[in-house]
């Protein structure tokens, strides 16, 4: 038996080439086989249809030559589209071509950027865009990351340490599941947390419980909200830090990639006034999962990530000029995602890049109008950033529950859920540049058709 064939080496794009046509042909009929946004028929009929493309045997005791393509083809027949106009429930977006070729190399050449005779490249690269995407939201540097919740749980991490143990988190009722989670992980005392009437952090509030809890105290406040896109008002919060010596993160794993775009900049102004800055390029960035970035304003506090392990960063060969990866990650084995953001980066520029941010806020606020003048829905409110919150006027919350579960189920479009103001909203977030006006007609009259008379 011949060995099977690496995607390395001298000899790995030749065989990588054949593989790469079967791939891309399993794609396109698998896509076309789904025929929509979801698979139809809802988790028991996707399972059964994974069900048979795994066969009887997971491990079978001979291989199937053809396994890549079955399995291929079934997962894109049982994918959520997110390139499809009607898949609009989630931070979830289309990658870029560009970018997705890019983590196809890194996923060839396999660096681990844990020490750097594994990554001599990808090191240097990683150094160079994280100072210039800290740089573009006004901070000093920036470690990557999985994406939000690990820039959070970072976040608090080093809030802890620079308080030498002692810390407690002020946040929104609105911000991210991730924040309280990862007080609880790091041994915190329970989060402070200031309601949230409007969907966003009122100062006043945020001045009492600043007041009235002693420190040291560490604030999070978002710019994008997960439910609705919205921004706290973050020059007023960054005020009440400086005047309360309390600490400020702001959760923009959402929002920050608004930098991009000279139309939509103005809203993150306070967002240099950060101790640290969570950003997600594979939210409002058009990038393959994961790229998450945590920026922060004062490097020399990532020293209390330093670890140390002799045979990946001894102290001779750190001596000898060999970079310390060690310290900028929790992970170990860690992969050069930072590849695809560079070639995006390059690629678009920050004026492409700032095009794609303007058209998706621009469907937005479209999508937004059409609801407005729609006598049978509701709108929540303007959008602040890519997200719409709707409704059918009148329906109960188990109306609204039902009409996107019938959706889905159908297969026709992918809408999610949120909770604003005690009631249930569809939520519609987009993401997609290339989405048409017609197409945003045809999500709202969906909705309408799913919506019991």
Known sequence: ???????????????????????????????????????AGGPGTVTARMTAALGDDVLPEDGDPDALRTLVHALAEGAADPAHPLCAAHLHCPPLAVATAADLAASALNPS??????????????????HALARLVGLA?????????????????LARETHGGRLRLVCGANAHHSLPRAAWLLGLPDPVVVPTPRGTLVPAALHHALSTHP??????????????????PLPDI?????????????????????AFSDRHRHKLAG??????????????????????????????ELTALHHHADYLNAGDDTE?????????????????????????????????????????????????????????????????ISTVLFRPAGAPDDTVAAVRRRLLHQGRAVLGRARADGRLWLKATFLNPHTRPHELAALLELAEGATPG
């Open 113 to 130: 950027l844990d020490s750097w005779d594994q990554a001599p490249a990808a090191s240097a690269l990683e150094a160079r865009v994280t």
């Open 238 to 258: 960054a005020r009440l830090c400086a005047a309360h010596g309390a600490r400020l993160h702001i959760d923009a794993a959402y929002g920050a990639c608004l």
């Open 320 to 384: 000898a000029g060999l970079p310390d990866l060690l310290g900028r990650s929790l992970r170990t084995t860690r992969r050069p995602d930072i590849l695809k953001i560079a070639v995006t980066l390059r690629t678009l520029g920050r004026t492409g890049l700032g095009t794609l941010v303007d058209q998706v806020c621009a469907h937005a606020h479209e999508f937004a109008a059409l609801v407005q003048r729609h006598p049978g829905h509701e709108l929540h409110g303007p959008p602040g």
């Open 215 to 232: 420190g040291p105290l560490l604030v999070a406040a978002t710019a994008g909200t997960t439910d609705a896109g919205l921004i706290d």
């Open 1 to 39: 038996m011949s060995l099977p064939p690496l995607a390395s080496g001298p000899h790995g794009p030749d065989a990588l080439r054949p593989l790469l046509d079967t791939v891309l042909e399993a794609l396109a009929t698998g896509g076309r086989t789904r025929g929509g946004p979801l698979p």
């Open 271 to 300: 967002l240099e006034a950060a101790h640290t800055v969570t950003l997600d390029l594979h939210k409002l960035g058009w990038q393959p999962s994961a790229a998450g970035l945590l920026a922060v304003a004062r490097p020399h």
């Open 141 to 157: 540097d920036a470690l990557v990351t999985t994406g939000g919740t690990e820039s959070n749980q970072l976040a608090l991490l």
